[in-house]
């Protein structure tokens, strides 16, 4: 377990604090003072120095002014996903650069979709959950875009980007990320009661779904929700809702749930020999930069992520 820790430290500022932090048990002052290094060194400086001059990334609040409809991909570049990459490094909101960010970010972006400002959301709720992420971790007030989001949940327990087109079926995708923005929003404001009731009716449609199973037959819902990757963009995967629910239970101080069980087995059961899980899966698309080697090789965000969700749910191993 040494090696494995070490080699974890030999990451990027973005991933020791939370080793530091989440697997280490090492002081606040110790993984606060790493934590500060995200702003101006590794892979968040790095980010930060492609950011526009009017706090935007590549001129666009979603995708890149000059994104090319031919190109192999979605584009990665542009400012939502830019903003949930500082957010999963952990850019400190009260930095320099944290504040400038949304300051600017407030003042001259606008969704392309409706020219509406950037922090009043836009209409999917898939964007508009990361978007209550983002800002409510930036400290902005992201109450008028979870009001919105109350109103689109549907009647099985979340949320779909196609309701608009006459789905009524809740989408894995759509709906975790809307989960992780009222969490988010939970954790800074303790919610309202329609937001708490919203939440909890969600976590019980994956959990009634042991996290990747079809309700019908038991069976996987897409065979894409078992692979590992990073970074997980707006796209689902059984760890992605293996690691919130152990924000959730940090948060609530609650054990894990029965039926996260199939999942965490799942996991454990793809770590490799030497304690270090692999990469099986990057989104296609166009990024500032990669944050990992490339499938089929070991993952340092994987195998932190894997460990602390092991490590909360009493799983782990030497």
């Known amino acids: 377990m040494d090696s494995l820790y070490a080699w974890l430290l030999d990451g990027d500022p973005s991933i020791r604090w939370q080793v530091m932090r989440d697997l ?9 003072a790493e934590r500060s290094k995200v702003e101006s060194v590794g892979w968040g400086a790095s980010l930060l120095s492609h950011q526009d001059e009017d706090g935007q990334w590549a001129g666009g609040a979603y995708n890149p002014t000059d994104r090319d409809p031919a190109e192999a991909g979605q584009p990665w570049t542009g400012t939502t996903h830019s903003l949930s990459q500082l957010r999963t490094f952990g850019l400190d909101p009260a930095s320099v650069s944290g ?58 327990g979340g949320w779909n980007c196609e309701a608009v087109n006459g789905s009524i ?11 992780e923005g009222l969490l ?28 990747f199973k079809r309700l ?28 919130y629910f152990r924000n959730v239970g940090t948060f609530e101080r609650s054990d894990p749930d029965p039926r996260l069980g199939a999942a965490i087995e799942h996991l454990e059961a793809r770590r490799q020999n030497d304690g270090r899980w692999l990469l099986d899966k990057n989104p296609k698309g166009r990024v500032w930069f990669d944050v990992d080697d490339g499938p089929g090789l070991p993952s340092r965000w994987i195998t932190l992520r ?13």
Do not use: H
């Not at 280490?24 to 606060?32: N, P, T």
């Not at 999917?124 to 919105?148: K, L, Q």
């Open 24 to 32: 280490l048990g090492r002081s606040e002052s110790e993984w606060v």
């Open 306 to 318: 894997a460990l602390r969700v092991l490590k909360w749910a009493g799983a782990t191993r030497p």
């Open 169 to 179: 079926r809740t989408s894995f995708d759509t709906t975790i990320n809307v989960l």
């Open 216 to 243: 019908s037959t038991g069976e996987p819902a897409d065979d894409d929700y078992l692979l590992l990757r990073n970074p997980v963009r707006w796209q689902y995967d059984t760890l992605r809702g293996l690691d």
């Open 184 to 211: 988010e929003y939970e954790k800074a404001t303790r919610g309202t009661p329609e937001s708490i009731v919203a939440r909890k009716a969600a976590e019980d449609f994956f959990l009634e779904r042991e996290l």
């Open 99 to 156: 504040r400038r960010t949304v300051e600017l970010i407030g003042a001259n972006s606008r969704w392309q979709e409706g020219n509406q400002p950037y922090w009043e959301g836009e209409v999917e709720p898939c964007i508009n959950g990361i978007t209550v992420a983002n800002g409510t971790y930036f400290g902005v007030d992201t109450s008028p875009i979870v009001e919105r989001l109350m109103s689109e949940a549907l009647p099985d």
